[in-house]
């Protein structure tokens, strides 16, 4: 009895050192493994004596996670809507730009006062309608960026969704397992179950509860069940493109469904607040229109500005002058063009810039004409109509340099937002890899007391084996 | 004649020592076997009628027993159907005769450990062809009234049969918190949906949808507190709506945020002491715990968000067999890949008042005798009984330090006898030398 309870406890000690020495192993082999969460080995008196491997614990914080969790789909979110803006104000540009609007507006204002000095050159006129063609090119350019940064983000959510579906898929399929006794604790289901869960986590703001027998129940912030004993699914419809105008209220696009429940951000009581999706719903529905709405405001403001017998004589009341709309509604600055009247490759003539557009013979050369009107109208100072936190009362340069402002205070806003919630996510994640990260300094601490543990054991058998052979000899 | 008697006795000394050295032997030959208990030879001297002037020597007499009672220590292994019992008892096991006879018929053994596993025919069997005895249990992990006293409840455990297993739900508890700010007067009314999952009698997961609609207090009036809760089982075709339930919160101090009063309409029944919604789903009768008037858990109504925080139910959805385990109190649980796990038999632990009156049988078994007396089943680890241990296996009692000790004690003992023969039979010769 007591020869054999020595030797098997010495065995029992030398397994655990054997599985500890494994842990350890693992742990320094994926030390820089940024995925890994670190392995402890808990060990417990066996029933009968000697030692016992009670189990494999994997290092983590479930509330620090659920904090990482949170602060992750806000930074992805807000930066989501940072890259938008910060894209939209570089289309935009900033007063100074020796491209873009601004310069092409500085441009056509230059051409019309050298044409006023010179109404009877004909290069002059051909420089003015060259300008107001830029000009109306830029702002087409700005018009289908517009459409195309709504379109991606739609495209966007549609790939993010189907993300978000296949990782539910994924750990509804990962469910369970580490119930099913995962034999040594060192297997990666538990790293897969992360990662999926970080996927998830990325798009939208989650809850993450352990619904027993090694299953993951994951809600929405909002408490919209994702995952339960199945995965559901979140619906959405790419609508392909986003023409400008089109919303979830006019049924072109979709939103976000979950089992018939509405989570569409800014939608229901259940409406996600929070994540990547949240942002790019945001760049589609709301930031994006916005600054759509600006320059069709902007568009709209120079078409008017040269609309009506006080520009131009020869034009009726209401009639479009120099610019013209090209119908109505949202999306002027995608159609907004040069009068094809003043336009020579176009049927027109060269000299309407000078004699007005309903011109049916062109007027003495030295003729100021309707020049000064034209001048005097991109000069006037006039009120806006939609856009409320805009000056009330300027000027074409100044109603351009006012959107410039304030798109770029919302840049401002924006990306300083982003910053902080990136700063926030990323020290949670500091935070959780010094909890959850391998320390080599101390794995390599722990194999050295590992390495007596199993030197001691082999003793303890060494001495047992020495007393059977002494009492052989008799 | 006190010299024959010497030789006798010489030679009875030869023969137990040679009895003893089998007992030592047989040891150190089962001094690796899983379950052995070692043997022992006691020696007891018997006594002639004794006169002062003349002895005459009784000589020895042997009595080989089986300490039963001794326990070996548990070694751990890989295998989840390697049991061993930790303290005093045995399991109740039968030979391959056994498997097909009926429970009065079949041969009980008892065996201190075994490593069982599955053969062709779902049987739990050791390798020596012992198969594992044990009390079915139903789905709920009972085994009811069983006979202790008689092997007559017991079935041979088989594993095969179990390959896929579900269970409907019958119980359903929720947790859930509602914002109380939803019923103040700038509450919009939208209601928060829920679904509750339940299993149903084929293992296929349904769906109870729960609607949390709540009720705004009109403009300048304090907030309601009122919320109504539907409740409909998609798990039928078409839908059933399965009633309507006015739930009303306390806000008073110490109690604020629990139920304080529950009206049902539509065909749904609340328990206000138990906290139990009883309906009617699918599958069959189902309840619903939604926590009792004034209980601060199930669904409360606090300024926070909407949170489902816990759905727990009992019963299992529809999965495969991944393993079988024991736990301490001889359950044998079958492990499906969902992660659930369920009670299929329970190993009782059996006790006879003397152990080491057991009658050993092949493959480390024993049976009942009378010496023994009768057997009682245990649950494992109550009363005197110990408890079953997975992934481990009994060792051996034989200590080969007290056997090598033993092994030297009698070949001296036994070179003795053969001393006094020699020198009886050199006495005997200078008697005959006598005439000459």
């Known amino acids: 009895m007591t020869f054999?309870?020595?030797?098997?406890?010495?065995?029992?000690?030398?397994?655990?050192?054997?599985?500890?020495?494994?842990?350890?192993?693992?742990?320094?082999?994926?030390?820089?493994?940024?995925?890994?969460?670190?392995?402890?080995?808990?060990?417990?008196?066996?029933?009968?004596?000697?030692?016992?491997?009670?189990?494999?614990?994997?290092?983590?914080?479930?509330?620090?996670?659920?904090?990482?969790?949170?602060?992750?789909?806000?930074?992805?979110?807000?930066?989501?809507?940072?890259?938008?803006?910060?894209?939209?104000?570089?289309?935009?540009?900033?007063?100074?730009?020796?491209?873009?609007?601004?310069?092409?507006?500085?441009?056509?204002?230059?051409?019309?006062?050298?044409?006023?000095?010179?109404?009877?050159?004909?290069?002059?006129?051909a420089a003015t309608l060259r300008a107001a063609q830029d000009l109306t090119n830029t702002i087409n350019r700005l018009g289908d960026a517009v459409t195309e940064a709504r379109t991606d983000a739609d495209r966007e959510i549609g790939a993010t969704v189907a993300a978000v579906n296949r990782a539910?898929?994924?750990?509804?399929?990962?469910?369970?397992?580490?119930?099913?006794?995962?034999?040594?604790?060192?297997?990666?289901?538990?790293?897969?179950?992360?990662?999926?869960?970080?996927?998830?986590?990325?798009?939208?703001?989650?809850?993450?509860?352990?619904?027993?027998?090694?299953?993951?129940?994951?809600?929405?912030?909002?408490?919209?069940?994702?995952?339960?004993?199945?995965?559901?699914?979140?619906?959405?419809?790419?609508?392909?493109?986003?023409?400008?105008?089109?919303?979830?209220?006019?049924?072109?696009?979709?939103?976000?469904?979950?089992?018939?429940?509405?989570?569409?951000?800014?939608?229901?009581?259940?409406?996600?607040?929070?994540?990547?999706?949240?942002?790019?719903?945001?760049?589609?529905?709301?930031?994006?229109?916005?600054?759509?709405?600006?320059?069709?405001?902007?568009?709209?403001?120079?078409?008017?500005?040269?609309?009506?017998?006080?520009?131009?004589?020869?034009?009726?009341?209401?009639?479009?002058?120099?610019?013209?709309?090209?119908?109505?509604?949202?999306?002027?600055?995608?159609?907004?063009?040069?009068?094809?009247?003043?336009?020579?490759?176009?049927?027109?003539?060269?000299?309407?810039?000078?004699?007005?557009?309903?011109?049916?013979?062109?007027?003495?050369?030295?003729?100021?004409?309707?020049?000064?009107?034209?001048?005097?109208?991109?000069?006037?100072?006039?009120?806006?109509?939609?856009?409320?936190?805009?000056?009330?009362?300027?000027?074409?340069?100044?109603?351009?340099?006012?959107?410039?402002s304030v798109v770029g205070t919302q840049r401002q806003d924006a990306v300083s937002a982003a910053a902080a919630a990136t700063s926030t996510a990323q020290s949670l994640r500091d935070e959780e890899l010094a909890i959850t990260g391998v320390n080599t300094d101390q794995e390599l601490q722990s194999l050295l007391l590992i390495e007596q543990a199993y030197a001691a054991n082999a003793r303890v058998v060494q001495v047992v084996s020495d007393m059977m052979a002494r009492l052989l000899e008799i | 004649m006190s010299i024959s008697s010497s030789l006798n006795a010489g030679v009875m000394g030869l023969n137990v020592n040679a009895a003893r050295l089998a007992t030592i032997s047989n040891n150190v030959a089962n001094s690796s076997t899983f379950g052995y208990k070692r043997a022992e030879a006691n020696f007891s001297s018997l006594v002639l009628q004794q006169r002062r002037n003349a002895y005459a020597a009784g000589g020895v007499r042997v009595d080989t027993t089986r300490l039963v009672d001794e326990r070996g220590a548990l070694i751990s292994t890989g295998s989840a159907t390697d049991i061993g019992i930790a303290g005093q008892g045995m399991m109740p096991v039968t030979d391959i005769g056994g498997v097909s006879q009926g429970a009065t018929d079949r041969p009980l053994l008892l065996t201190p450990t075994g490593s069982f596993s599955q053969n062709e025919d779902g049987f739990l069997q050791t390798p020596g062809g012992l198969f594992l005895l044990g009390w079915p249990a139903d789905t709920d992990g009972d085994v009811g009234g069983v006979s202790r006293r008689s092997g007559t409840d017991l079935e041979p455990v088989n594993i095969g049969v179990n390959q896929f297993s579900a269970t409907a739900t019958s119980e359903i508890a929720i947790g859930v918190n509602l914002p109380s700010s939803d019923t103040e007067s700038t509450g919009t009314g939208a209601p928060y949906s829920m679904p509750i999952e339940y299993y149903d009698n084929l293992g296929a997961i349904q769906t109870i949808t729960a609607t949390f609609t709540p009720t705004p207090a009109t403009a300048g009036n304090p907030r309601t507190n009122q919320w109504t809760m539907d409740l409909v089982d998609e798990g039928s075709i078409p839908a059933t709506n399965l009633g309507q339930l006015q739930i009303t919160f306390n806000d008073a101090a110490g109690i604020g945020g629990t139920i304080a009063n529950v009206t049902t309409s539509g065909g749904a029944t609340y328990d206000s002491a138990t906290g139990l919604i009883s309906t009617t789903v699918s599958s069959g009768p189902v309840t619903i715990d939604i926590g009792a008037y004034g209980d601060a858990a199930g669904i409360s109504q606090l300024e926070s968000g909407f949170a489902p925080f816990n759905v727990t139910r009992n019963g299992a959805p529809i999965g495969d067999l991944e393993g079988v385990e024991i736990d301490a109190e001889g359950r044998l649980e079958a492990v499906y890949d969902t992660g659930f796990r369920r009670v299929l038999y329970q190993i009782p632990v059996a006790m006879v008042p003397n152990l080491n009156g057991l009658s050993p049988a092949d493959n480390q078994a024993y049976t009942v005798s009378q010496e023994s007396g009768d057997f009682y089943l245990w649950d494992a680890g109550s009363g005197p009984a110990g408890a079953t241990v997975g992934f481990s296996l009994m060792e051996s009692t034989t200590d080969i330090g007290t056997e090598m000790t033993d092994l030297i004690k009698t070949q001296r003992a036994y070179a003795s006898s053969a001393k006094i023969i020699q020198t009886v039979d050199e006495m005997l010769q200078e008697t005959t030398n006598i005439i000459r």
């Open chain 1, 168 to 404: 539910l898929s994924a750990l509804e399929d990962l469910n369970g397992i580490s119930s099913r006794g995962d034999a040594n604790g060192l297997g990666d289901a538990a790293e897969q179950r992360q990662a999926q869960i970080d996927i998830i986590a990325q798009a939208l703001d989650i809850n993450v509860d352990d619904a027993g027998r090694g299953r993951l129940r994951i809600t929405t912030a909002e408490g919209v069940l994702l995952l339960g004993e199945t995965a559901r699914t979140i619906e959405f419809s790419s609508g392909g493109i986003v023409a400008p105008g089109q919303t979830i209220g006019s049924g072109h696009l979709s939103g976000l469904t979950v089992d018939g429940v509405d989570i569409t951000p800014k939608g229901g009581a259940q409406a996600i607040r929070s994540g990547y999706l949240a942002g790019q719903f945001a760049v589609r529905d709301e930031i994006v229109p916005e600054f759509s709405d600006r320059i069709d405001d902007l568009s709209q403001d120079i078409v008017d500005r040269f609309t009506g017998t006080g520009v131009d004589g020869t034009l009726a009341p209401g009639e479009e002058g120099l610019f013209i709309s090209n119908g109505t509604g949202d999306g002027i600055a995608a159609r907004i063009s040069v009068n094809s009247a003043v336009n020579p490759d176009e049927g027109g003539e060269l000299w309407r810039l000078r004699d007005g557009i309903n011109a049916t013979i062109a007027g003495p050369s030295a003729n100021l004409g309707v020049i000064g009107g034209l001048l005097a109208a991109a000069d006037a100072p006039r009120a806006l109509s939609s856009v409320t936190d805009t000056p009330a009362v300027l000027s074409l340069s100044e109603t351009t340099a006012a959107f410039a």
């Open chain 1, 4 to 125: 054999s309870n020595a030797l098997s406890n010495a065995l029992s000690g030398m397994n655990a050192a054997t599985t500890a020495v494994q842990v350890r192993s693992n742990n320094i082999a994926n030390a820089s493994n940024p995925g890994y969460a670190r392995r402890d080995v808990v060990l417990s008196t066996g029933v009968v004596g000697g030692v016992r491997v009670t189990s494999i614990e994997r290092a983590g914080d479930p509330i620090l996670l659920k904090d990482r969790l949170s602060a992750a789909a806000r930074s992805a979110g807000l930066n989501a809507q940072s890259e938008a803006v910060e894209q939209l104000n570089q289309l935009f540009g900033e007063p100074g730009d020796t491209q873009g609007l601004f310069a092409s507006l500085t441009r056509f204002e230059t051409s019309l006062d050298d044409l006023a000095a010179t109404p009877e050159s004909g290069s002059y006129q």
